[in-house]
């Protein structure tokens, strides 16, 4: 099964801005807008942050910001805060076989 | 406000069949801009999409998992459910189910999920 490709980690002191960049191929990330991201806490179950590339759901801090270019996929966080330390993993739809749905591996954000 | 909760024995032996339930509550399990997905995440690692349901109960399944799953649908008690055959310890995760949307491939929201082990 192919994965979308995520750095393990990535870290940043309070009030700092971070990104995270999330890779895949023309098959998914950059053959369509169906990108989304997700925010989970240890123990906890995902939730979603961002989702058609850029959108974020009624809730979500507009600190969280998502963009794309080609097939790779980000996910900023400015004004970084301790509550937003959590594992982060990015989505897309794929049409590579009958997958229709592919994550990444997951990056840990870790506010110093 | 949509909830699910997913409900299922936490231990199941090696070569069994893995049995899970999610019920939906604040919403119907009906509704045609949506299907119904199970993702599992093993101990320390990502996620993984299982497979998703409509409410007609038309399925799409992960090709890894596909000869070992099953997901049916009961719009009656507005519930969907897994299964998941001949399992071995590498099916052992937390097991979520969430909403998917039918135009686009977000999840949300999610269950609390369930911790299934196999183990003998």
């Known amino acids: 099964q192919s994965a979308l490709t995520q750095p393990a980690s990535v870290s940043g002191s309070p009030g700092q801005s971070i990104t995270i960049s999330c890779t895949g191929t023309s098959s998914d990330v950059g053959g369509y807008n169906y990108v989304s991201w997700y925010q989970q806490h240890p123990g906890k179950a995902p939730k979603l942050m961002i989702y058609d590339v850029s959108n974020r759901p009624s809730g979500v801090s507009n600190r969280f910001s998502g963009s794309k270019s080609g097939n790779t996929a980000s996910l900023t966080i400015s004004g970084l805060q301790a509550e937003d330390e959590a594992d982060y993993y990015c989505s897309s739809y794929t049409s590579s076989s009958t997958l229709y749905v592919v994550f990444g591996g997951g990056t840990k954000l870790t506010v110093l | 406000q949509l909830q699910l909760q997913e409900s299922g024995p936490g231990l199941v032996k090696p070569s069994e069949t893995l049995s899970l339930t999610c019920t939906v509550s604040g919403g119907s399990i009906s509704s045609s801009s949506y299907y119904w997905g199970w993702i599992r995440q093993p101990p320390g690692k990502g996620l993984e999409w299982i497979g998703s349901?409509?409410?007609?109960?038309?399925?799409y399944y992960n090709p890894s998992l596909k000869s070992r799953v099953t997901i049916s649908v009961d719009t009656s008690k507005n519930q969907f459910s897994l299964k998941l055959s001949s399992v071995t310890a590498a099916d052992t995760a937390v097991y979520y189910c969430?909403?998917?949307?039918?135009?686009?491939?977000?999840?949300?929201?999610w269950g609390q999920g369930t911790l299934v082990t196999v183990s003998s």
């Open positions: 969430a909403r998917r949307s039918c135009y686009s491939s977000w999840f949300d929201p």
């Open positions: 349901i409509y409410y007609s109960g038309s399925t």
